[in-house]
């Protein structure tokens, strides 16, 4: 960041894959993982945020839910093909104050909306598509699993893929990185050793196994053992 040069015999990486390999090491030093690799690689949705604090509890809610949309294929279709914003969605529902109410004033709720949605291979623009698509979220619960919900707002923020990828580095604003498809899943996803820079290892979704907490916790466990047996063999 500051022009600041640290070196070291190991480096882990927890970043995202397709940046650590594309926007940090140059194409000189790659000849296993090139840009080809991970330009035509499929990734997984985004991930549309929406938290909002409520003066208003809603005691018949439990802290997990997930919120069914009209539509199931012709939704994942505007997702993953059409890259499109739906009229309609499906969302998870989180309510964390049902058992940590130090998260909101008394009488009050924190929640937010985990909604899917296309990456950035479409071509929405987020920063003048996000308040009308959170307003669009809040108004269906409101009508739904909230009511009141619009009349008792107290805050919101949202959190969109464009934030993604400029928060997290995270190639086209993906959630989870490489889709999970046969050819990109297990042994097959993006190795924990790296076979181009010695002494470079990854850790994280975007290499094996895979995406999720315990297969991200897999992934620790299998780089420390790579770390380890190259140790062993003084390959580092």
């Not at 010695?198 to 299998?222: C, E, N, Q, W």
Request: aromatic share 10%.
């Amino acid at each position: 960041v500051d022009g600041s040069v640290y070196d070291a015999d190991i480096v882990i990486s927890n970043a995202d894959t397709a940046h650590t390999y594309m926007d940090l090491i140059d194409r000189k030093y790659r000849k296993k993982n090139k840009d080809k690799r991970y330009k035509k690689a499929k990734y997984s949705m985004s991930l549309f945020m929406t938290y909002f604090g409520v003066k208003k509890k809603y005691d018949d809610m439990v802290q997990h839910s997930i919120v069914f949309g009209p539509r199931y294929k012709g939704l994942i279709e505007d997702i993953f093909k059409k890259h499109i914003v739906p009229e309609d969605f499906s969302t998870y529902l989180h309510i964390p104050t049902r058992n940590d109410q130090s998260l909101a004033p008394a009488g009050s709720e924190a929640m937010y909306a985990c909604t899917p949605v296309t990456n950035l291979e479409g071509d929405v623009d987020w920063e003048e598509k996000k308040d009308e698509f959170r307003d669009h979220i809040l108004q269906t619960l409101d009508e739904t699993v909230l009511p009141g919900l619009l009349d008792n707002l107290a805050v919101t923020s949202v959190f969109t893929p464009a934030d993604y990828e400029r928060e997290f580095n995270s190639y086209r604003g993906s959630g989870f990185q490489l889709q999970p498809i046969l050819l990109q899943s297990g042994s097959f996803r993006p190795h924990n050793r790296s076979k181009d820079v010695k002494g470079l290892y990854l850790v994280g979704a975007g290499t094996h196994p895979g995406a999720g907490v315990p297969s991200v916790i897999m992934s620790a466990d299998i780089t420390s053992q790579c770390i380890l047996e190259d140790i062993e063999k003084e390959k580092i």
